[in-house]
């Protein structure tokens, strides 16, 4: 134990985390920030990857279910992923993202459309931005 704070969150008076929990790294970064009411996860949510304040996701939730728009980052803290989930269930457009080594730039590597959680198409493309593949289902 280094005395170092872990994390905050606050209660309710029937003992439900309410509002928002900060949990730290052992630096005191920011790990990540939770919203919560009525002991369910209810807002906005932050995850930080690593000490250095680098995202791994951001989003929100609605009655402890993923809720609202998400964006997901990769071990290098480049989005990776962005998307809308409607009750847990990825809904709409979501987009994956490759980043070229070579050319250091990041691409839209894949657009998928989903329908009440289910794969509706998928497109994926090169990293020129060429479509190469088209699926529907």
């Given at each position: 134990?280094n005395?170092q704070?872990?994390?905050?969150?606050?209660?309710?008076?029937?003992?439900?985390?309410?509002?928002?929990?900060?949990?730290?790294?052992?630096?005191?970064?920011?790990?990540?920030?939770?919203?919560?009411?009525?002991?369910?996860?209810?807002?906005?949510?932050?995850?930080?990857?690593?000490?250095?304040?680098?995202?791994?996701?951001?989003g929100?939730?609605?009655?402890?279910?993923?809720?609202?728009?998400?964006?997901?980052?990769?071990?290098?803290?480049?989005?990776?992923?962005?998307?809308?989930?409607?009750?847990?269930?990825?809904?709409?457009?979501?987009?994956?993202?490759?980043?070229?080594?070579?050319?250091?730039?990041?691409?839209?590597?894949?657009?998928?459309?989903?329908?009440?959680?289910?794969?509706?198409?998928?497109?994926?493309?090169?990293?020129?931005?060429?479509?190469?593949?088209?699926?529907?289902?």
């Amino acid at each position: 134990e280094n005395g170092q704070l872990s994390s905050e969150e606050n209660y309710s008076d029937k003992s439900q985390k309410d509002g928002e929990q900060i949990r730290y790294f052992e630096n005191g970064q920011i790990n990540s920030k939770t919203t919560y009411e009525s002991g369910d996860k209810n807002g906005e949510f932050i995850d930080y990857l690593n000490k250095e304040g680098d995202m791994s996701q951001t989003g929100s939730y609605l009655k402890d279910k993923k809720h609202g728009y998400w964006k997901h980052y990769n071990s290098k803290g480049k989005l990776y992923q962005e998307g809308e989930y409607l009750k847990n269930n990825k809904s709409g457009l979501w987009k994956t993202y490759g980043y070229s080594e070579k050319d250091n730039q990041q691409f839209l590597k894949q657009k998928i459309m989903f329908e009440n959680g289910r794969t509706k198409e998928r497109i994926v493309y090169n990293s020129k931005g060429e479509e190469i593949r088209r699926n529907s289902y």
